[in-house]
């Protein structure tokens, strides 16, 4: 079973219209970190955001929003009034921290493409 | 500037021709890691290392090897590439885990033949 899951695998919008991008986690660990990157038409990887299990505060930057919802395991990503430069393809990820140990691990979903056309 | 090269950023070659893709980062970080992304699929962990000497499989470890024998490097090596291995990979870093930001390299795009 997939641990982080994009069931959009793409989207496409017309200019200042709203999208969100839905991710949904599977986890049995109670500390995890939840992120969302970024990778336009060049191909970079942009960091996004963060989020820890104990911060379920949502959390708005700019035009962008995300809902972090434990009750459902969701982080979903909201953009609102989308611009033709938000077309990319938008990853959600999953850390773990395992119990007695630093270590963990790196789980990305299978992306969201977005399109926004003008 | 803080970040993380990859070399080469592109490469077509053929079945069984050993090949290493290079990865450095400038800004100390203790955890490197390598994916790999396909369409479909999104980016898939092949290796990751902790730090100098200690590394660990991801997801999908088969067909590579990794080195971390300093710190700024992790190198991932193909002995015998194959076609199953075309893909655009990924080097990625952070300071002390995964739990923190990745940043991440520009990619190579591997075409193996």
């Known amino acids: 079973a997939q641990k982080v899951t994009q069931a959009q695998t793409e989207i496409s919008v017309v200019e200042k219209e709203d999208v969100t991008l839905d991710c949904v986690y599977e986890?049995?660990?109670?500390?995890?970190?939840l992120f969302w990157y970024k990778q336009p038409p060049s191909g970079e990887l942009v960091f996004l955001i963060r989020r820890n299990s104990f911060d379920e505060q949502n959390e708005i930057s700019g035009r962008y929003s995300w809902n972090f919802q434990k009750s459902t395991s969701s982080f979903n990503f909201t953009i609102t009034a989308s611009q033709v430069v938000d077309s990319a393809v938008y990853f959600c990820?999953?850390?773990?921290?395992?119990?007695?140990?630093?270590?963990?691990?790196?789980?990305f979903g299978r992306g969201t493409q977005l399109t926004v056309w003008p | 500037e803080a970040q993380v090269t990859q070399n080469p950023r592109y490469l077509i070659t053929v079945t069984g021709k050993k090949l290493t893709v290079t990865c450095s980062q400038n800004?100390?970080?203790?955890?490197m890691s390598w994916y790999r992304q396909d369409p479909g699929l999104g980016l898939r962990q092949i290796y990751y290392?902790?730090?100098?000497?200690?590394?660990d499989k991801g997801d999908v470890p088969e067909g590579y090897k990794v080195s971390r024998k300093e710190k700024r490097n992790f190198p991932l090596i193909l002995e015998s590439p194959s076609p199953n291995q075309t893909s655009l990979y990924f080097c990625a870093s952070s300071l002390r885990g995964f739990n923190q930001p990745q940043h991440f390299g520009d990619g190579t795009r591997l075409s193996i033949l």
């Open positions: 986890t049995r660990d109670t500390t995890y970190y």
């Open positions: 290392s902790m730090n100098v000497e200690v590394t």
């Open positions: 990820a999953l850390s773990e921290e395992r119990r007695g140990s630093t270590l963990g691990r790196l789980y």
């Open positions: 800004m100390n970080h203790e955890y």
